[in-house]
């Protein structure tokens, strides 16, 4: 018998990522997305696995549809990575993102504690959670939550409702406290994607410049291929828990700049960039910089992907997307 799992996010960055990987090793995978007349199987399509996943309708602020999906599918392990993902919309936006990422966990969790109790259940948290709590320092599960953001907010919720339903059940339920984590299927509006589809356009002559927030904010960037190996472990182990996941390196938004034009030979890149406070935020996480040291003890966990190897394929990766536009 295959083993089964249920991936909400299927068609965001780690959701195709994930599906892959466990498609790899024999599982069904079933994939949440909304209703669309015309939906974007762009990242699915991407890794050609579209007509590998099994898909289901249901909204993560639609309680009933969660219900009859968990209740239909039973999946032996469900992974919730959908959310209203973009921190610096957050603000603007906060009653769906509170919707969405604290509220839709609640139900999904009501849905699996009712119809597929032994279902192992891991949450998409995230280094957001920590705001700035250890400005110069590493960050790992034992330090303070301070988040700074309706995002950040929303996900602590979502964090502790998920230890709540462990605690109080006996559910095997894990939060992954993620740091930012990049691949070619980034959506455009985060930094990192945002950089290197300017430096392409750039490079191909499709754009004059590249207008950001600030260049001194600092994260720990890895690759999501790596990281949604970790996602699969935290399921596999014999007793639920949390952990963060993080390359151990950070950089700045300048140093993620100044890799990607050097990818494409530019080294007067301060001639292509400008700041639109535009793209400012009204309260900013300065400085991210994760300890995974109980993931890499107890799951045997590593990022195998350096900092310049995630600049230098993403740049290539728009670089090869961008071509046919070139007359
Ligand atoms: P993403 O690319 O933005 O994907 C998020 C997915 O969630 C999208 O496919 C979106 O669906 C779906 N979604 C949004 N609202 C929904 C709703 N109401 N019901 C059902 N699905 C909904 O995000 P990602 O980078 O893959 O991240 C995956 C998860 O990890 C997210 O929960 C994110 O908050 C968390 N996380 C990410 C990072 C990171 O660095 N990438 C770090 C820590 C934590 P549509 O395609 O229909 O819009
Ligand atoms: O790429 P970002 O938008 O990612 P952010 O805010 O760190 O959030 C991502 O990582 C979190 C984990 O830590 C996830 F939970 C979350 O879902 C998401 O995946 O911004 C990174 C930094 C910020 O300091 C931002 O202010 O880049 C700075 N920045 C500067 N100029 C910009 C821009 N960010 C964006 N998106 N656009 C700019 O023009």
């Not at 579209?50 to 309708?57: A, C, L």
């Not at 299927?185 to 290197?196: A, D, S």
Request: proline share 4%.
């Amino acid at each position: 018998m295959k083993k089964t799992a249920l991936i909400t996010g299927i068609l965001g960055q780690d959701g195709p990522y994930l599906a892959q990987f466990l498609l790899e090793k024999g599982y069904k995978v079933y994939g949440l997305m909304r209703r669309y007349s015309n939906p974007n199987y762009g990242n699915l399509e991407y890794l050609g696995i579209t007509k590998d996943i099994d898909f289901v309708e249901g909204d993560l602020t639609d309680e009933s549809s969660l219900y009859t999906i968990i209740k239909n599918v039973r999946p032996q392990e469900v992974y919730n990575l959908g959310a209203q993902s973009f921190v610096g919309q957050s603000w603007e936006i906060s009653k769906l993102t509170t919707e969405v990422n604290a509220l839709g966990v609640l139900y999904l969790l009501n849905a699996i504690k009712q119809f597929s109790p032994t279902s192992k259940f891991y949450q998409a948290s995230t280094s957001e959670i920590f705001g700035n709590s250890n400005v110069d320092g590493f960050l790992d599960e034992n330090s303070p939550f301070k988040p700074r953001s309706p995002y950040g907010i929303a996900k602590l919720y979502a964090y502790w409702m998920t230890i709540n339903f462990r605690e109080s059940y006996g559910m095997f339920t894990c939060n992954g406290i993620l740091f930012n984590h990049e691949s070619p299927l980034r959506g455009i509006q985060f930094v990192t994607r945002k950089i290197t589809d300017a430096v392409a356009r750039i490079k191909l002559g499709l754009q004059d410049k590249l207008y950001l927030g600030t260049l001194d904010t600092k994260r720990d960037w890895g690759f999501a291929g790596d990281y949604v190996e970790a996602m699969y472990l935290m399921l596999q182990q014999e007793n639920p828990d949390d952990y963060v996941v993080a390359s151990g390196s950070t950089h700045s938004v300048r140093d993620f700049v100044d890799a990607a034009f050097n990818v494409v030979g530019i080294s007067d890149w301060e001639n292509y960039v400008a700041i639109d406070p535009q793209h400012k935020r009204p309260a900013e996480v300065f400085h991210l910089q994760g300890n995974a040291k109980k993931a890499e003890e107890t799951l045997n966990w590593k990022p195998r992907v350096t900092f310049e190897e995630l600049v230098t394929m993403m740049v290539e990766a728009d670089l090869k997307r961008l071509q046919p536009q070139v007359k």
